[in-house]
């Protein structure tokens, strides 16, 4: 075997293992990263969203209710025992296995 054909077959794999490391690791890391973002994001939109419906309901009730501070305490925990309420029932439901048919 020649000198050159030594460098160039190292180049080659090199070369090679730079497109392996590339395609079976970064690529699915970013894909995972992407992923794991948008996860994310969606996270804190439904935490936003979910704080505007309480907030909503919470002024619903001081609205319905007589405008004395023990309603406004009544409307308070009313509106804190549905958010705790329903986030229960959504984090049960959720964790639930689900059966096959």
């Keep these: 075997m020649k000198t050159a054909e030594i460098s160039q077959l190292v180049t080659e794999l090199f070369e090679m293992s730079k497109q392996y490391l590339e395609q079976e690791t970064l690529a699915p890391l970013r894909r995972t990263g992407r992923y794991a973002g948008l996860s994310l994001l969606a996270g804190v939109l439904f935490a ?37 309420g329903l986030a229960a029932l959504i984090i049960w439901s959720a964790g639930r296995s689900r059966e096959l048919p």
Excluded: C, F, N, Q
């Design 48 to 84: 936003v969203g979910w704080l505007l419906l309480v907030v909503a309901e919470l002024r619903w009730l001081m609205d319905l209710l007589p405008d004395t501070p023990l309603w406004s305490v009544l409307a308070y925990a009313l509106a804190a025992i549905t958010a705790v």
